[in-house]
């Protein structure tokens, strides 16, 4: 299994992810790194759990349908997403694997000019995302919730999209920090704001993750006061030093 | 098989000499290779003031003010863009990488942080010491003092004042930050 998340911000929707996947029997399980969010077509960001051959087949079919774009009513695209997916699911070389597979789909919505974000679930029920929203393990949703949980006092709908890049990154990292089984591996994300769409590169999210961990320590400091500086170390100082 | 060759176009012993002796000249003026980017860097890691180390946000911060030294030389500073927590440049990341990469700094991870500090060692020291000598050849020692300055600055200071400090300076850099003024 896997954890996608998905929070509407102010000014766009943030579409994250772990990257592993996990394949084979309980106790002889092999993990690997993978994609889990992407743009399958012009105008849409994708994030996917389960079941990856299932999950590639909705994606395939994603990708060639006629008459699927942002401009398209949001209600049409919701039920052309349904229809995709029970395709996918007659399909009898994927029957078994297909109950569990669940997808956070993003895109602007031109006719009514805002952000949207829809978790679709294989059962062929859907949620609109109003501001967060969770798939994939069970455990690691309840985890993630809870990370949710603690940063209650911070309302998503508030934050501008790079603020709320933080707090999105921040809840999955906690959560993968928890050690759930079949979570795991770096952070993925992309986003959806009024110019378009964009997959944040891992070198990027080099910067972001600094970001968060420059946030807890200020968070720290605010409650501590100053803590220890690099200069205050017991540490002897063996560096050097310009001539005067 | 046939392989079409391009004639290489014979160059004259002089021209060859030209171009060979310009860059010997232009190595060699101030007693060895210009310093770069990374030199100063270095330099910076291997000046006293942390001896465990520093994490990113401070080389970020520590090389952004250096570019603003009246000494430091154009040739030497990194470019920074504003970003979520302020001025950043992604050189600075790529350099820090490739200075653990050679040996030359170490990686030391930061217990409940994604970040790593990164701490000078014996060899980042002999490398300062070579490095401050070159900038003594290039007559760049009132930038080398200017970075030693910044370096005892920025490793005294607690996060919350550093960044309070740069967005004050520089406002300009500022405007992307995600973590909104107290002032």
């Not at chain 2, 980042?124 to 070159?134: M, S, V």
């Amino acid at each position: 299994m896997t954890l996608i998340a998905a929070v509407r911000c102010r000014d766009g929707v943030i579409l994250g992810s772990d990257s592993q996947e996990t394949r084979g029997e309980r106790g002889r399980r092999l993990a690997r790194s993978t994609r889990k969010v992407y743009e399958p077509r012009r105008g849409f960001l994708l994030a996917w759990a389960g079941a990856q051959d299932v999950a590639q087949g909705f994606v395939l079919r994603f990708e060639r349908a006629r008459g699927i774009s942002p401009n398209t009513d949001r209600l049409d695209i919701k039920d052309r997403l349904h229809t995709i997916l029970d395709d996918v699911r007659k399909d009898a070389s994927v029957e078994g694997r297909s109950d569990n597979v669940e997808f956070l789909i993003a895109w602007w919505s031109r006719p009514e000019n805002k952000p949207v974000a829809l978790r679709l679930l294989s059962g062929g029920a859907s949620v609109w995302v109003s501001d967060w929203e969770f798939g994939g393990a069970p455990l690691g949703v309840e985890r993630a919730s809870f990370a949710v949980g603690t940063m209650r006092y911070i309302d998503p709908g508030a934050l501008t999209l790079e603020q709320a890049k933080i707090v999105a990154l921040k809840m999955l990292r906690d959560t993968i920090e928890t050690g759930v089984e079949g979570i795991g591996g770096r952070v993925q994300m992309g986003v959806v704001r009024e110019s378009g769409l964009e997959v944040v590169e891992q070198a990027d999210m080099r910067g972001l993750q600094d970001t968060v961990d420059l946030w807890e320590s200020r968070c720290i400091e605010l409650l501590l006061g100053r803590t220890a500086s690099p200069s205050g170390s017991k540490t002897p100082d063996r560096g050097v030093r310009p001539p005067n | 098989m046939y392989f079409c060759i391009r004639p290489v176009r014979a160059r004259g012993f002089h021209y060859v000499w030209g171009v060979a002796s310009r860059g010997l000249r232009l190595r060699t003026r101030f007693g060895g290779r210009i310093m770069k980017q990374r030199d100063w860097l270095l330099l910076f890691a291997a000046y006293e003031g942390a001896p465990d180390g520093l994490d990113p946000i401070r080389f970020q911060k520590g090389l952004f003010l250096f570019a603003k030294c009246a000494h430091a030389p154009e040739r030497s500073k990194y470019v920074f863009k504003p970003y979520d927590y302020g001025p950043m440049s992604p050189s600075i990341y790529r350099d820090l990488d490739r200075l653990v990469d050679e040996g030359l700094l170490e990686r030391v991870s930061v217990p409940g942080k994604q970040w790593s500090r990164y701490k000078p060692s014996r060899v980042t020291f002999r490398e300062g010491q070579k490095l401050l000598k070159q900038a003594e050849d290039e007559k760049l020692l009132e930038a080398a003092r200017e970075l030693f300055e910044i370096k005892k600055d920025v490793s005294r200071m607690g996060f919350n004042e550093l960044l309070e400090r740069v967005y004050a300076d520089y406002p300009e850099f500022a405007v992307n930050s995600i973590f909104r003024r107290s002032a």
